[in-house]
């Protein structure tokens, strides 16, 4: 294609196409300095004149030589659009001949399962490799040693990367990235010399990595990882310096790979030193906070041997402890003196708390939705008032729990023109307050399941919340409508109203023959105690019909009690809850005490109180222990002795006591052998979780449990329709086995294989449970 100035109007239409690359070559030159009257450019397929003459050293009038011609030149090959170049005068019009490279028409990456697609794609484009750029063969050549580097740092030292490079019509290429991955090196020895104080086998402790073992399989220990070893010799410094030796050093570190490049060896060389104690603890600066309030916060002790996690842990309290008080911009600095001779280190933590700062503004960003109010109600850091970075934590917290937010940051940037003024602002990204769901699943307690619900969690932006459910199974049909303000007053009380009517057929649940209706309405209130803790009242009105067939204990309640109630119940309860989340928690704690009543004048008299607990307990980043109890006792009073028995608690199940079959466990009438529950419940569980070993995002919707489940339930009273009556703790029953848990898109995924330790005669054991829907 011919192109020149006086043209360019025309071939400006063109598209534009960028790349990258500098390429330089040996320049010729003019035999004679020329006036240039026009620019002509030769062979543009893609490339637009006018990105040509963007990068010209040269215009029209411009006088051109040797020295401009070479300029010419080295400016187009660095634009990397072009094989080649060439600079010709044809009488006075400047003459420039190109070869355009080809354009990547195509990338395909094939063989790749370490290195997600996406993300490989994404970076090639950062370097220059993308469909539509220029290609550059040195830019291919690059990669292929990167990815090579890449794998070598995950130990497939066995990779093999080829790429071929297609041309097509159109001056285009096709790019196939083919990668062969083998297999992972595993660890066969790891070796530790130049250790005298600790043994081999001690030191190794402290590394993740290890040869094969019976748990490899899930922990991967065994396969060699460059970043895991960096992060297995951190642990190591770690151990040392957490005892005082703080002259140690890793001399090197050798890998080495066996010929068929299956097998790693890693040998570490260490010089230990020798331990050092505290011989004393100093505070230098100016911490403006008494210093009786700063040294009961650092962990060393003098005479102890030193150790920088202790240290570490000191400088961060006082630093949490100096942010609290409205010190925002305090620096903690260790300084240890060490003595040689004696072997004793003097440490000195300088502190320089600067100057007191108040919080001048709180700004809210990015909640387009919801109302600021909403927002700064959950604030616990006020206007005006000092700076608290407890204070600032804490509402971060509250305003993460509210669910109304994928993410939330908080800064605090100094006042430009003002050393003691900070404004906090809170930025945060909505998701969907809104919610509309329909789902079918599965439970073996209930069937099939049907379900629909309308949620609005965050009702046009107040905060409010309203919600429509049905739920319906063979075992049961539900239908609710709920409403909650969390503010109904500015103190954070709450108020909730509830409508429902539920039809239980507990032939269909647990084999027994009887039905009721229930329809319910009520009110509840909520008052905040801690940040952590709430106590809440509840008043319900209930209306029960009841209908019994052959079950002789459900016609003799019929005959003591008649068929349909009219119930007032109040409700207190007391509930406590620092889990970091409500799904798959690591740590933390939920403990709910409850108690609720149905009122003097109501028809059926009776009352149930209980208590649950969990408790969550991080053993490592990946392991979780998990504990549970959850008891409850319900008697009649007034007219009726006793707790009416389709109030009763039920166990066994896959939410109770894995291992026999659902409402199973406890006493049974007589004659039909139907389970009827207990007015007393006792159920508990151990648990080892832990994230299954898939990788990626998904690790984070699947989880692997241990078990230990306990529990029952009794009848405390006299009855000669039920059998067994009285309570025994004798009568416990016990399983342990495994779990699997799914977070699908579409619910949840409970599996169970559970083994009954001490099955009676007469128990109904269900070894492998599952369930699939809303229910789990």
Not at 99 to 121: F, M, Q, S, Y
Not at 212 to 232: E, H, I, V
């Amino acid at each position: 294609m011919r192109v020149t100035i006086r043209n360019l109007a025309s071939g400006a239409q063109r598209a534009l196409l960028l790349a990258v690359l500098l390429v330089f070559v040996q320049l010729p030159a003019f035999a004679q300095v020329f006036q240039v009257s026009d620019i002509r450019v030769e062979g543009l397929q893609r490339i637009a004149p006018g990105t040509v003459f963007n990068y010209l050293p040269v215009q029209i009038g411009d006088t051109v030589g040797e020295d401009v011609t070479g300029g010419i030149i080295r400016s187009l090959y660095r634009t990397g659009f072009f094989d080649d170049v060439r600079v010709e005068r044809d009488g006075s019009v400047l003459v420039i001949w190109v070869r355009e490279r080809p354009a990547i028409a195509e990338i395909k990456i094939t063989g790749n399962k370490d290195i997600d697609t996406e993300a490989l794609t994404a970076a090639l484009a950062d370097i220059g490799l993308k469909e539509g750029r220029v290609f550059n063969r040195s830019v291919l050549d690059r990669i292929e040693q990167e990815l090579e580097r890449q794998y070598f740092a995950r130990g497939k030292y066995g990779v093999l990367i080829q790429s071929t490079v297609s041309p097509l019509e159109r001056n285009r290429v096709a790019v196939n990235i083919e990668i062969t991955e083998g297999l992972t090196a595993r660890i066969k020895q790891i070796n530790i010399i130049g250790n005298d104080a600790f043994s081999q086998k001690e030191l190794l402790k402290q590394f993740e990595l290890g040869p094969t073992r019976w748990s490899s399989f899930y922990s991967k220990n065994d396969q060699y990882s460059k970043q895991k070893l960096a992060g297995d010799l951190e642990s190591l410094r770690s151990f040392y310096l957490d005892r005082g030796y703080i002259k140690f050093d890793i001399k090197s570190t050798q890998v080495s790979i066996s010929a068929d490049k299956k097998e790693i060896y890693v040998t570490v060389s260490i010089e230990e030193g020798e331990p050092f104690r505290v011989s004393d603890i100093k505070l230098a600066g100016d911490p403006s906070v008494p210093a009786e309030k700063l040294f009961p916060l650092i962990q060393l002790r003098r005479g102890e041997y030193f150790s920088r996690k202790a240290t570490t842990e000191s400088a961060e309290r006082i630093s949490s402890l100096l942010g609290d008080e409205g010190y925002a911009f305090a620096n903690v600095n260790t300084v240890p003196e060490i003595d040689e001779a004696a072997k004793e280190v003097t440490v000195t933590f300088f502190v320089d708390a600067g100057k007191r700062v108040y919080v001048r503004r709180v700004n809210m960003k990015g909640n387009t939705r919801t109302r600021d109010e909403v927002l700064r109600r959950e604030m616990r850091q006020l206007e005006t008032a000092w700076f608290s970075a407890d204070l600032v934590r804490k509402s971060r917290e509250r305003l993460q729990r509210l669910g109304y937010f994928e993410d939330v940051t908080i800064e605090t940037p100094a006042v430009p023109g003002s050393a003691d003024q900070v404004d906090v602002d809170v930025t945060v990204k909505e998701k969907p307050a809104g919610n509309l769901a329909a789902g079918i699943g599965f439970s073996q307690s209930q069937g099939i399941l049907l379900n629909a619900s309308v949620t609005q969690k965050n009702f046009l932006g107040t905060g409010k919340r309203v919600s429509l459910a049905f739920n319906t199974s063979t075992a049961t049909r539900l239908y609710q409508l709920g409403y909650n303000n969390p503010y109904y007053t500015v103190d954070g009380i709450s108020r909730g109203f509830d409508l429902s009517y539920r039809e239980t057929d507990f032939d269909e649940l647990i084999g027994a023959d009887y039905s009721t209706d229930v329809g319910l309405a009520g009110m509840t209130f909520g008052l905040p105690i801690t940040d952590t803790s709430r106590a809440g009242l509840g008043f319900r009105y209930q209306y029960t019909d009841f209908t019994a067939g052959e079950s002789g204990i459900a016609q003799q309640f019929v005959e003591d009690n008649g068929n349909t109630f009219h119930d007032l119940l109040i409700s207190a309860s007391y509930t406590s809850d620092t889990r970091d989340t409500a799904i798959f928690p690591t740590s933390g704690g939920l403990r709910v005490a409850r108690a609720e009543i149905a009122v003097p004048g109501s028809d059926l008299q009776y009352y149930r109180v209980g208590f649950e607990e969990q408790r969550f307990i991080p053993l490592t980043s990946r392991f979780v222990f998990a504990m549970t109890a959850d008891v409850g006792y319900g008697d009649g009073y007034g007219d009726i002795d006793y707790l009416p028995f389709f109030e009763n608690y039920y166990a066994g199940g896959p939410r109770s006591v894995r291992g026999w079959v659902a409402n199973s466990l406890g006493p049974r009438e007589i004659d039909t052998d139907d389970p009827v529950g207990g007015n007393l419940k006792l159920v508990g569980s151990l648990e080892l979780f832990a994230p299954a070993p898939v990788g990626g995002e998904f690790e984070k919707t699947l989880r692997l449990g241990a078990f230990f489940d306990f529990g029952n339930v009794w009848s405390t009273y006299d009855s000669d329709l039920l059998a067994p009556t009285g309570f025994d703790i004798g009568d416990l029953r016990y399983s342990t086995g495994l779990s699997v848990t799914w977070l699908s898109p579409v619910g949840a995924l409970s599996l169970s294989l559970a083994f009954p330790l001490n099955e009676q005669d007469g128990d109904d054991a269900q070894v492998f449970q599952f369930g699939f829907g809303q229910t789990f």
